[in-house]
């Protein structure tokens, strides 16, 4: 049987662990660094131009093989699974949580507390904006201080951005450009954004992309990378005393009849919110037979993320769709709330649209358009603009929110499979409807605001930009790992970014699993010493 | 970039990504009378306002995308969209048929007997919508779905040089797009 030996294993392989294997690199140069993933390198920058052009051309993949077919959850919301993880194709928009997110039992007697001070976090949000390059504009809100300025300019408003800017700002509600991880400048040797209009492949390279850093790492030779090879259970070695995790088994696809085993000083785990809590359950054993670092029974609850409202408002704009679709505008006026005040907090954000201004077949009397008289239609149609608005809002998770193991679900190998089902705590849910007819408010104010109106609205039916499974927290009976992501119960054992958010805050989770793996780089660093 | 080095960039890549790749081979081109027919469909289902000239590209460049079409390609799943799908078989030879079921007298109708014609088989087809790209429910709503939802045309109805997804930097974003050049 292969075994590798090294100072550090990090399991999986997308933003969280690039980061993490990135720093360790500079804070212990030297430090062996196995990085194991399932997916495979999709490496070939030469044919993303090409992949990029059949995607818009044919609906294909933009990222073809980026998945495993039978490594299938049950709920989970990308089945994106390659060296990059599911950041290969992210939009890059960094937003940030606010305090709020860090003490909702203390403000406001909900949920729980973050086990860190803002202060803290908010200087490892820096340090991601730099490391990923973020460009951005403060926002007016004293609350949104930052301590650094942004790595990198805004991204300039494009001409529809402007044009429902100056429409929204009549509704009194501030709104500005949403930061983002894509380059308004040559940056970290990567080029700037050129508006191609794709960002979930970006032909480029402006947008932050964790392949790179694999990348640059393996030419460094900081890392080894083990792509193709799926981690299937931790073994702890227990004394009685302390408990550590000795090895992970593993298993190359291509070769699935010569297990592999990890032995080292340090595991992270860095499989996101669905993987690692699986990895923990199915690592169970006779003497962990809930799993291992469960002894708080909680590796899998709490699963969390934000719920959202949306719509579609017609405008008196001269919206051109197709300038730069993918960026938007942000207000961050209701991320706070008044502690006095019915518990109310989401972000507000504005894209461009061409919903309802599309080429159509039939007319509204059922008509069948052709020719000039589909182009007249259409042109009619498209006198008025389109924005479409969201708004993601704040939701708890009880503790049946959950990950669990589901036999009717295996791989190739006969591994169960998890299955995600998120379900709200009490409180959230008593709240919901009147949350949902505040934000409802605030679209029909932005309607109102300029002879607009609704075309439509939608709202969630899932938890979007999901997170926990594996929460921290110091109550050990109630949480998974400290707030560095060092499990309670096995001292060289730490998980890392999406699944320990106690809560998923009310806006895009990225750079906050970022910042958090980044403040638990220092802690394994730390520990390496 | 401008719209033609995009179209010429993806009529190369059309070309040199089917050897690359072994997925299904299928019939992926219509015959000589086949196209000669499409061309005719093209007159009754194109805006007049792209001339000639547009039209006869249009058709070039959806025969182009008809025969680097791959059938069994993954499809893009991406976030939000768990589901693992794999494109369908070529249309072409469901396109073949539809052309020939326009009948033998098509090719010698009058413009107005062929607008007739064509609406009939769209509507005998059961195409209730335009699709977001070609998706093998008829040839005459499919070449318009491709056409319409093009780069392309989305400027001509705009009459404005948007250029969607053409990566064309970030300078003078923040303006109005240029209006079109006469002619086009």
């Not at chain 1, 300019?153 to 529809?160: G, R, Y």
């Not at chain 1, 009849?257 to 499989?271: Q, W």
């Not at chain 1, 104010?445 to 039916?461: D, G, Y």
């Not at chain 2, 289902?45 to 070039?60: H, K, N, S, Y």
Request: aromatic share 8%.
């Amino acid at each position: 049987m292969p075994t590798f030996e090294c100072d550090v294993c990090i399991v999986g392989g997308g933003i969280s662990s690039a980061l993490l294997a990135q720093k360790l690199a500079e804070l212990r140069p030297g430090t062996s660094t196995i990085v194991v993933e399932v997916g495979d390198r999709l490496f070939d920058t030469q044919r993303r131009w090409q992949d990029r052009l059949r995607s818009l051309a044919y609906g294909e993949n933009p990222w073809p093989g980026d998945y495993v077919e039978d490594q299938a959850a049950a709920g989970v919301i990308s089945r994106s699974m390659a060296v990059g993880g599911s950041a290969l194709h992210w939009g890059g928009v960094t937003n940030r949580f606010s305090e709020e997110d860090l003490r909702l039992r203390s403000m406001y007697g909900l949920a729980v507390d973050w086990p860190l001070e803002w202060t803290e976090l908010e200087r490892f949000y820096c340090e991601a904006e730099r490391r990923i390059g973020v460009g951005g504009e403060p926002g007016p809100l004293p609350e949104d201080k930052r301590s650094e300025p942004y790595p990198m300019q805004p991204m300039p408003l494009s001409w529809n951005l402007r044009q429902i800017k100056a429409w929204a700002d009549k509704s009194a509600i501030p709104f500005w450009g949403t930061p983002q991880a894509k380059n308004t400048v040559p940056y970290d040797g990567r080029s700037e954004c050129r508006r191609c209009n794709t960002c979930e492949i970006c032909p480029t390279g402006a947008r932050y992309s964790p392949d790179e850093t694999f990348r640059r790492l393996l030419a460094a030779k900081a890392i080894a990378l083990h792509d193709r090879t799926l981690v299937r259970r931790l073994l702890a070695r227990d004394d009685g005393k302390t408990s550590q995790i000795a090895v992970a088994q593993a298993t190359h696809r291509d070769r699935p009849d010569d297990p592999v085993e990890y032995r080292a000083r340090l595991f992270v785990l860095a499989g996101g919110y669905c993987w690692t809590p699986h990895l923990l359950l199915s690592s169970a054993s006779s003497r962990f037979p809930g799993g291992l670092a469960n002894s708080s029974g909680t590796v899998g609850r709490h699963m969390t993320g934000h719920a959202f409202v949306g719509a579609h408002i017609e405008l008196d704009a001269e919206i051109y769709p197709g300038m730069n679709d993918q960026h938007s505008l942000i207000s961050r006026q209701f991320f706070r709330c008044a502690a006095d005040q019915p518990y109310v907090r989401h972000d507000f954000r504005i894209w461009e649209s061409s919903v309802g201004r599309e080429p159509r077949l039939k007319s509204d009397d059922g008509r069948l358009l052709m020719g000039d008289a589909l182009l007249a239609d259409w042109r009619a149609r498209a006198k008025r603009g389109t924005a479409r608005v969201r708004a993601y809002y704040d939701v708890h998770p009880s503790a049946e929110s959950r990950l669990t193991l589901d036999a009717s679900l295996k791989n190739r190998f006969g591994d169960v499979m998890p299955n995600i089902t998120h379900q709200l705590d009490a409180a959230t849910e008593a709240r919901v409807p009147a949350t949902k007819r505040h934000i409802l408010a605030q679209f029909e104010r932005l309607a109102r605001a300029n002879n607009a109106r609704i075309l439509s609205t939608s709202e969630s039916n899932y938890l979007d930009h999901p997170a926990g499974g594996c929460r921290m927290g110091t109550d050990r009976s109630a949480s998974v790992c400290d707030s560095f992501g060092r499990t309670h119960d096995h001292e060289n054992l730490f998980v890392v970014g999406a699944p320990t958010l106690p809560t998923g805050g009310c806006t895009n989770g990225t750079l906050t699993f970022a910042a958090l793996t980044l403040r638990s780089a220092t802690e394994v660093a730390r520990s390496l010493a | 970039m401008k719209r033609r080095t995009l179209l010429q960039l993806l009529a190369a890549t059309l070309v040199a990504l089917p050897a690359r790749i072994g997925l299904r081979a299928q019939s992926t081109t219509l015959a000589a009378a086949d196209v000669e027919r499409l061309r005719l469909v093209a007159e009754v289902v194109l805006p007049q306002e792209i001339g000639i000239a547009g039209r006869t590209r249009a058709v070039d460049q959806f025969l182009t995308w008809l025969q680097h079409y791959r059938a069994g390609a993954e499809t893009d799943h991406g976030y939000g969209f768990p589901r693992l799908r794999r494109t369908a078989s070529s249309p072409a030879a469901k396109y073949a048929r539809q052309l020939h079921d326009l009948g033998a007298t098509f090719p010698q109708m009058a413009v107005t007997a062929r607008v007739g014609a064509v609406e009939a088989a769209i509507t005998a087809a059961g195409v209730q919508r335009l699709a977001g790209r070609p998706d093998g429910g008829h040839i005459a709503s499919d070449l318009m779905a491709f056409y319409f939802n093009s780069i392309e045309a989305n400027d001509v109805c705009y009459r404005a040089q948007i250029g969607r997804d053409t990566c064309r930097g970030l300078n003078g974003s923040e303006n109005r797009p240029a209006p079109l050049p006469r002619g086009l």
